[in-house]
Nanobody
Framework: QVQLVESGGGLVEAGGSLTLSCVAS????????MVWFRQAPGKEREFVAG????????YYSDSVKGRFTISRSKAENTVYLQMNNLKSDDAGLYFC???????????????WGQGTQVTVSS
């Protein structure tokens, strides 16, 4: 059983930056992936970014490419999401998830954190 704990959410002005963190209770295997999804009120949970734990290969949704950066610290079992130039559309509850391989599909992930709220003021 893997537990994931997110932190770093908050209120930020449009154009500002935030860095989210997600700590895993156990060290992911090299074949595993960790991802970020987000969910705005009344909308479905959507893929934001992902990283393969072993090689660090990264993936982004088109809506955040060039503004967000996902990274991981193997020593700290932590994945980060650096978010720059935030827009009102970026607001929502951000979830960290872990899976046995990379996928942008929500149902492929069994382990989820509780989420951290990101609010963007215009």
């Amino acid at each position: 059983q893997v537990q994931l704990v997110e932190s770093g959410g908050g209120l930020v002005e449009a154009g500002g930056s935030l860095t989210l963190s997600c700590v895993a209770s156990t060290r992911p295997l090299s074949s595993h992936a960790m991802v970020w999804f987000r969910q705005a009120p009344g909308k479905e949970r959507e893929f934001v970014a992902g990283i393969r734990w072993g090689y660090g290969t990264t993936y982004y949704s088109d809506s955040v490419k060039g503004r967000f950066t996902i990274s991981r610290s193997k020593a700290e079992n932590t994945v980060y999401l650096q978010m720059n130039n935030l827009k009102s559309d970026d607001a929502g509850l951000y979830f960290c998830a872990a899976g046995s391989g990379y996928s942008a599909t929500l149902t492929d992930y069994f382990y989820w954190g509780q989420g951290t709220q990101v609010t963007v003021s215009s």
